[in-house]
């Protein structure tokens, strides 16, 4: 159980292009899911929160226009680079957390991420 | 403030070893929730454990255990015996409070050779 898509795993792509990738949660509901970005040899750095059905919650620096965030059901969140630049190129992963419940264990569940390369 | 700190940036040992990864945290928070996960070449993060911080009983799965201590703030992770598939960057992480995002350490690059 608990597993988490993420396409695509790996995309080129022209400067200038937008860049759509996908996170379902594929055997729970996932109210809550999480976009992060993975640099060489560093940390994850959250990127944003996205809440089903309202608006993402963007971590202070990251630009919302640049990077669209929708999560319009339960189990599918898509990121959005909008006309992507060599400066993006980046490791991208989605996490999910599982529907807050008594029996939730408040555990993210990571996608196999997306290694975006742009020209 | 939280803050997760991995001093160990890169641990080598040969196959068979055992090894410990440490992970100090830092929270004022009374409950909170600690995690490791690992992230093999491939990239994507495996969960390996959660940690909630009323259960200070220590864990063990196959090779893999855990030493949560809150006198010293610190959830360390051991591997018996360890394989060259164990190979991977380990992370530890952090959940306090109302907060619903994971406080990461910087991650220990792990190599098991041959």
């Known amino acids: 159980g608990a597993v988490v898509s993420q396409h695509p795993s790996w995309v080129i792509c022209k400067s200038g292009t937008s860049v759509k990738i996908e996170c379902r949660s594929l055997?729970?509901?996932?109210?809550?899911m999480f976009w992060y970005r993975q640099f060489p040899k560093q940390s994850l750095m959250l990127m944003a929160t996205?809440?089903?059905?309202?608006?993402?919650?963007?971590e202070q620096g990251v630009e919302k226009d640049k990077f669209l965030i929708n999560h319009a059901s339960l189990t599918l969140s898509t990121l959005t680079v909008t006309s992507a630049h060599p400066e993006d190129s980046s490791f991208y992963i989605c996490?999910?957390?599982?529907?807050?419940?008594?029996?939730?264990?408040?555990?993210?569940?990571f996608g196999a991420g997306t290694r975006l390369s742009v020209l | 403030a939280q803050k997760v700190t991995q001093a160990q940036t890169e641990i080598s040992v040969v196959e068979k070893e055992d090894v410990t990864l440490d992970c100090v945290y830092e929270t004022r928070d009374t409950t909170y929730y600690l995690f490791w996960y690992k992230q093999p070449p491939s990239g994507e993060l495996v969960f390996l454990i959660r940690r909630n911080s009323f259960d200070e009983q220590n864990e063990i799965s196959g090779r893999y255990s855990w030493n949560f201590q809150k006198s010293t703030s610190s959830f360390n992770f051991t591997i018996t015996a360890s394989q060259v598939v164990d190979s991977a960057v380990y992370f530890c992480a952090l959940n306090a409070g109302n907060n619903r995002k994971l406080i990461w350490g910087l991650g220990t690059s792990l190599a098991v050779n041959p």
């Open positions: 996490s999910a957390r599982e529907q807050l419940s008594r029996l939730a264990k408040n555990i993210q569940y």
């Open positions: 055997d729970f509901q996932a109210t809550t």
């Open positions: 996205s809440n089903e059905g309202s608006k993402a919650t963007y």
